[in-house]
Each structure stands twice: as C-alpha cells, then as structure tokens.
C-alpha cells in the first residue's frame, strides 16, 4: 500500500464520525447524481461502495466501532479523492460537473469547447427549499424567530413569487428582507421544527446593463474594508496581493492573476472551520493548500481588496435540478464593468487548471444562480440554530432533490437539515435533461 495523499485537514478520531452507509451516499451524489436521476441508482450504490473500499486499501482511514462498523471524516474522504491516484475525481467527479454545467446548454454536446455560461436564454426555475431546524433546546410554546434563504432580485434574477410551506394550522407571522424570509413561530413539542419556502423566478445570465451606474463613495469604503467576517487584510495577505500583482494596472487583469494563483497552486476541497484562527482566518488556505469555495472566494475578496479592487462574498445555490446545493462565489467590480461573478468551482472543473476552456468557465460570468447573500449587508443566517464546536456536513440524494445536513462531532444530534427541489420551466422536478434533450423524472429512492 503506497502513503495516503495529503489531506490538508486535520485527520482523527474526532473527525471520524459518520457511519459508512452514509459516506456511499455522499460519494453517489459526488459521482454517479446522473447516474441516479437516469433510474441507476442501486447500481450507483455498489459502484460507490466499491470505489469507497478500493479507497480504504489505498489507505484512506477510517475509524472501527465497538461491533467492528467502520466511521469516515466526510471531509477526509473528500479531499483524498482530489488528491488520490484514482480515477474518480477524473472520470466521475470532474466528468459529472461538466456535464450537469453542459445540461443547461440544450444542444451542447462537446465538453471541449462548453459554450459559455452567459449565453444562456432567460428560464423560469422553481425552488422549494425546506429547512428542518433542531429545537431540542427550546422549550415548547417559546417563540422562535425561524429564518429561510430567499433569492435576492438584480439584474440576472427577477420577477420573484414565494409562498411559505409550513405545517397545517401553524400560527406564523413573517417578515421578508433581501435575501430571507423571517418567520416566528411558537417552538413545537417535538425536537425538530421543519418549514419551507417554495420560489419561483426568471434567471438570465446574460442580461447585464450597459450602462453602468459608478459605484457610489460609501460602497467602495464598504467593499474594499480590511475586515469583514472571515475576509481580513493581514501584512501577509497584503504582500501576496502584491506580489500577484507585480506591476498590473488593471484591475479585472489583476484579478485573474489572483484567481490563476488559486487553481495553481491550492486544491478545493474541505475545510474543518473550528482549524481557522479567528484572527487570521486565510492564513490556515495559504499554510495548508486547500480551500472550499467559501474560503477560497474570501480569499480572492482579501487580495482584491489589498489592491483597492471593491469586492464582496456572494452565496447562495447552483440551481442544477439533478444536484442542487449550497454555494460561494464572490463578485468584483473593476473599473465601470459593474459587479463582475467569479465562481473558484473554476479549479475543479479545469481539472487543477489543466483545461483551458473549463479554467475560465466562471471567470466574469455565471450560469443560472439563486443569490440569497451578499455580504455584509444581505444574510440569511439561521437564528434559533447554534453551531457546536466541531460540526460536520454529509450530502446525499433525498427523491426528486438533494439533502445537506450538518450534525455535532461530538453528540451526533443534528443542527440543520436542508432539502431542496429544483424544477426548471416545465421540466420534471430533479429531472436531468441531457444536451441531446433525453430526459429523465426518476425519483431516486430515498433511505
């Protein structure tokens, strides 16, 4: 058995927790979503559990309960992929991306050469997002402010309608903002609260004015301010930005060098966030290598903003009806352009930068998105929810959607749990259409 690639993390007992029927289930998300929405699911299943085990004699480890059950770090497991010799990342990960990206492009059928994401015709998308929070802490009767994610309007995104998709005969009052939907409900007798909003819109990624209006004085101070949340301009942040820079006078120039030093010389993955110092959050990216797509966008915001370049971290979802998830990217504004998207996913596509035609993919422009964040000034994080310590994150396929749940490390009691379903224009739920226009409404089974 050869050594076990890095993994950047920091790997253990502690992190070892999920169970491995679980792990399968991440893993056939990862690689075989397609496979799963074209009705192959149990197939996908064993394919997954083969390629977890082939893993394991490669050295990827694992922690053995009591009665001899194997328990897995999901981060762990994610980034060995990325760094394995193994064909997964290659001919399943990487592969599926393109082309669930391809799938949006009806009448795309090269992977060589993908149209670019900004040609895209205005569509309709209808989200349900549902949210089942963990209230065990609550006392029955006590009210709760509740809060779920809503898709901010601009000029890619509009004509907004939403409804709230509570229990019968739940008592709420609501209040919407920018990115969220507020509701205050009385906390029930049962450990666990679950409401829904279901969003319908119009994205059109290639609608950008332009005629732009100039950034206006107390945006620029906002969006070029040295600390924001995990965004934070230190010495050693400040001397990278420049020396990336090294000259380069224009701004959208300097930017892809920023972005180029991302995908060359760090790998995305998966980040333990109780690693970060607080202090110098960025710092643990630089040391390690590695960043997800939060903390890579921040990164990319820090640089940006050491040079003057307005920048700001945007979350919110890749509306992709096979595999919808939770997202960052982050936006930039360079010289009199407007705000310009760049999504570092850009890394993984290109295969570390390899290809190309995938590495700018994202760079300036997007496919269909639901924005429900930008931050500082819209955020929809979860009141009446509080994150432990050591927490972890395990994804699967839940029916005609897709699931992400985040659990304690220590208790194994959950902290949210999010579902959502994605149906575009007349298309089935969860559906994936292919470039050639095959399609399919399978709903895979749930466990």
């Keep these: 058995m050869t050594a076990p690639p890095p993994v950047g993390i920091r790997t253990g007992a502690r992190y070892r927790v999920v169970d491995e ?144 998709v509570a229990p019968p005969d739940t008592d709420v009052a609501l209040a919407a903002a920018p990115g969220r939907l507020d509701v205050r409900v009385a906390a029930p007798a049962t450990p666990t609260a679950t409401l829904g909003v279901r969003t319908s819109f119009v994205s059109d990624p290639s609608h950008r004015s332009a005629t732009r209006v100039p950034l206006s004085d107390a945006d620029r101070e906002l969006y070029t301010r040295p600390v924001e949340g995990i965004v934070r301009l230190t010495p050693r942040i400040r001397a990278l930005s420049d020396e990336l820079a090294a000259g380069e006078r224009e701004p959208f120039a300097v930017v892809r060098r920023f972005v180029d030093f991302l995908i060359d010389r760090l790998t995305c993955g998966v980040v333990h966030y109780d690693e970060l110092d607080p202090a110098e959050p960025l710092h643990w990216v630089l040391d390690t290598g590695w960043f997800d797509c939060q903390m890579g966008s921040a990164l990319i915001v820090a640089l940006c903003r050491a040079r003057g370049i307005p920048a700001r971290l945007v979350a919110g979802n890749l509306i992709i009806p096979a595999a919808a998830a939770g997202h960052f990217w982050l936006e930039i504004w360079p010289g009199g352009r407007g705000w ?12 570390h930068g390899r290809d190309r035609a995938w590495r700018d993919y994202y760079v300036g422009r997007l496919d269909y998105r ?14 009446s929810v ?31 749990r999010d579902r959502i379903v994605v149906q575009r224009g007349d298309e089935p739920p969860g559906a994936f259409v292919s470039p050639a226009g095959a399609r399919s409404n399978v709903s895979a089974t749930p466990l």
Excluded at 340 to 351: R, Y
Excluded at 390 to 415: K, P, Y
């Design 21 to 164: 029927a679980r792990i399968v289930e991440m893993l056939v998300l990862l690689g075989w979503a397609i496979d799963a929405r074209l009705g192959r699911l149990e197939a996908a299943r064993r394919d997954a559990a083969e390629t977890l085990e082939r893993w394991i004699g490669m050295g990827l480890a694992c922690k053995r309960s009591a009665d001899g059950a194997r328990r897995f770090d999901p981060a762990e497991v994610s980034n060995f992929f990325r760094r394995a010799k193994d064909p997964f990342y290659a001919e399943r990960f990487v592969v599926q991306g393109r082309r669930l990206a391809l799938a949006f492009h009806r009448g795309a059928t090269s992977a060589a050469a993908p149209p670019p994401p900004d040609t895209l015709p205005p569509e309709r998308f209808t989200v349900t997002h549902s949210r089942e929070f963990a209230l065990a802490r609550v006392a029955p009767g006590t009210p709760v402010l509740l809060r779920l994610p809503l898709p901010i309007e601009d000029e890619t995104l509009r004509d907004l309608r939403f409804e709230l």
């Design 370 to 383: 639901m924005k429900t964040q930008v931050f500082p000034r819209a955020f929809n994080l979860s009141p």
């Design 386 to 416: 509080r994150f432990p310590p050591v927490w972890h994150m395990v994804t699967r396929i839940d029916g005609d959607g897709a699931e992400s749940a985040t659990f304690d490390n220590a208790t194994g009691a959950l902290v949210y």
């Design 340 to 351: 310009v998207p760049i999504d570092t996913i850009v890394g993984d596509l290109s295969m």
